[in-house]
């Protein structure tokens, strides 16, 4: 079986900062892409950071000069950075990640748990 298990979320003051790790346990063959979601209260849940498995990143534009994704593949883990944190940012933040596990020849998509991240003002 294979999980995706968050950590790193918490409450911090705007203009703060957050490193929020995930990190893929299981028998795991290979991982493509890894992502960060979020979703605030009432709203659909949105992509915040991508990182292909060469390490090219990309982001919303909302996040784009404030968050770093990152990941260690030694670790099958990836991270995320947040630095100078909005209220606009409280959210759950949910890892997402394409991978392979298994006896299964393909890629297949998984979620984490989420981890909740609250920005006060």
């Known amino acids: 079986q294979v999980r995706l298990v968050e950590s790193g979320g918490g409450l911090v003051q705007a203009g703060g900062t957050l490193r929020l790790s995930c990190a893929a346990s299981?028998?795991?063959?290979?991982?493509?892409?890894m992502r960060w979601y979020r979703q605030a209260p009432g709203k659909q849940r949105e992509l915040v950071a991508t990182?292909?498995?060469?390490?090219?990143?990309n982001y919303a534009g909302s996040v784009k000069g404030r968050f770093t994704i990152s990941r260690d593949n030694a670790k099958n883990t990836v991270y995320l950075q947040m630095n100078n944190l909005e209220p606009e940012d409280t959210a759950v933040y949910y890892c997402?990640?394409?991978?392979?596990?298994?006896?299964?020849?393909?890629?297949?998509?998984?979620w984490g748990q989420g981890t909740q991240v609250t920005v006060s003002s």
């Open positions: 997402n990640a394409d991978l392979i596990w298994g006896g299964v020849t393909f890629y297949r998509n998984y």
């Open positions: 990182i292909t498995s060469g390490g090219s990143p």
């Open positions: 299981g028998t795991i063959s290979s991982i493509s892409a």
